[in-house]
């Protein structure tokens, strides 16, 4: 019998009408051997978790490890690249994109498609306005809303830039035709999955 059973059956010979509130009232006043060894496999199951943390990761926590370290590959391998177009990062590049692509989103629109905080967003979208990057226009319907838009200039240099970030080193170059159409289909399904969860489009949707 598991400890919490036999504490149960301690308390309903005790309180044979009790109920589960009751029975979380006695739990709280009463100190028993059983709740003893409830706390005491619940110790055990703390000190496994931290184990786990620091000691062996399991396959799925690897996974989000190798997620995360291959996204900095890209930023490390990107970042002379942008610079010759005096963009600072993959994330400024992705909200010039996006607005190359899908013109006319609001500023909150365009952050929250991004996952991008609006604080850092917004200090990125002003220096680009003043750049002359960026145009704000009123919204037809509703003069509180402002939209925005890639100028001629932005335009260009993000051509200009797609066409750098051709000689981007290919982080996928180890892994066969095959094995790249697999991994593929599989973010994108966990790109349907967390799109769908945090409310934003899903990039296979955006771009296509």
Not at 185 to 194: I, K, N, P, S, W
Request: proline share 2%; with cysteine; charged share 30%.
């Amino acid at each position: 019998m598991k400890p919490i059973e036999q504490l149960w059956k301690s308390f309903e010979n005790q309180h044979p009408k009790g109920s589960l509130t009751d029975f979380g009232v006695w739990l709280i006043k009463n100190d028993t051997p059983e709740k003893e060894s409830v706390k005491q496999n619940t110790d055990q199951e703390n000190s496994t978790a931290k184990k786990k943390v620091s000691g062996k990761m399991t396959s799925t926590d690897m996974v989000g490890v190798f997620i995360s370290r291959l996204y900095r590959f890209i930023r490390m391998a990107s970042k002379d690249l942008l610079a010759k177009h005096d963009i600072a990062s993959i994330d400024e590049f992705a909200l010039l994109a996006t607005l190359l692509v899908h013109p006319g989103m609001t500023k909150t629109e365009l952050l929250k498609q991004n996952l991008m905080e609006i604080t850092t967003g917004s200090e990125m979208l002003k220096r680009y306005v003043a750049r002359k990057w960026l145009l704000e226009q009123r919204d037809k319907n509703d003069k509180r809303i402002t939209r925005l838009s890639l100028s001629a200039k932005a335009q260009h240099i993000m051509f200009a830039c797609m066409q750098t970030l051709d000689d981007i080193e290919d982080i996928l170059l180890p892994l066969n035709s095959k094995e790249q159409e697999t991994l593929y289909h599989l973010l994108d399904r966990l790109d349907a999955y967390h799109s769908e969860k945090h409310q934003v489009k899903q990039v296979s949707s955006m771009i296509s």
